[in-house]
């Protein structure tokens, strides 16, 4: 990554306290690489999309989303071609988690990308980001009387802001395991499983007093 890449992606999530900072899009970026190398994809368009994959996020930039202007004056500033321009693009609005309404993304690139994306919300990192989320939301951390909603669509889970950051776990972060898309995105998911089921184990336990 170039010390202009970063200095833009800086700018952009200067102040962010809600887990998709700076350092969220570098750790996307390094295993997109990872992963794109192991899968033969274009590691160009692959690492643009990844540094750019949240620039104009519609929970953040709802005002930018639709045209991808952050994204697209980047680049366009930065002389990246017409054709990778809208390859870039159109993997940014493949990427992201929208229910039963997600994915799969056309291309290898977009597929490396979306995994990448998905591992930095899931084990260790899953756990402090969701809390990270839910506390600039102010969601509430658990209640027993709030009932996770599973199958949601697109436009549901975009507008289930009553939801509590545990059940987040079971309405996204447990079900992405099971939609990696390449071989190291499905190893790595593994073993970000069980660091999450462990936590809600043991949660529960601490919860109801039993630990």
């Known amino acids: 990554m170039t010390d202009n890449e ?3 992606i800086k700018s952009i999530f200067s102040g962010d306290s809600s887990g998709h900072d700076y350092y969220h899009t570098i750790r996307v970026y390094k295993l997109a690489t990872k992963i794109a190398k192991q899968e033969n994809a274009d590691v160009k368009i692959v690492q643009l999309a990844a540094l750019l994959h ?3 996020d519609i929970k953040l930039f709802p005002d930018t989303y639709v045209t991808k202007k952050n994204a697209v004056d980047f680049m366009t500033i930065n002389k990246i071609d017409g054709k990778r321009i809208e390859a870039v693009c159109k993997i940014i609005d493949e990427v992201s988690f929208a229910g039963t309404d997600s994915v799969v993304p056309d291309t ?3 597929k490396c990308v979306q995994d990448a994306d998905r591992l930095d919300a899931i084990g260790a990192i899953g756990i402090a ?3 990270a989320y839910g506390g600039s939301r102010g969601r509430k951390i658990y209640d027993p009387e ?4 599973m199958g949601m669509n697109k436009e549901e889970y975009r507008n289930n802001q009553d939801s509590t950051s545990i059940n987040h776990f ?3 972060l447990l079900l992405l395991k099971d939609m990696m898309n ?3 995105g499905k190893k790595l998911a593994e073993h970000r499983q069980v660091v999450m089921q462990e936590f809600l184990n043991e949660f529960m336990l601490e919860w109801e007093g039993k630990m």
């Open 6 to 8: 970063k200095r833009f």
């Open 54 to 56: 949240d620039v104009d």
């Open 108 to 110: 290898i690139e977009g």
């Open 129 to 131: 980001r969701t809390f």
């Open 146 to 149: 709030i009932k996770s909603k």
């Open 170 to 172: 079971y309405e996204k």
């Open 182 to 184: 390449t071989t190291e």
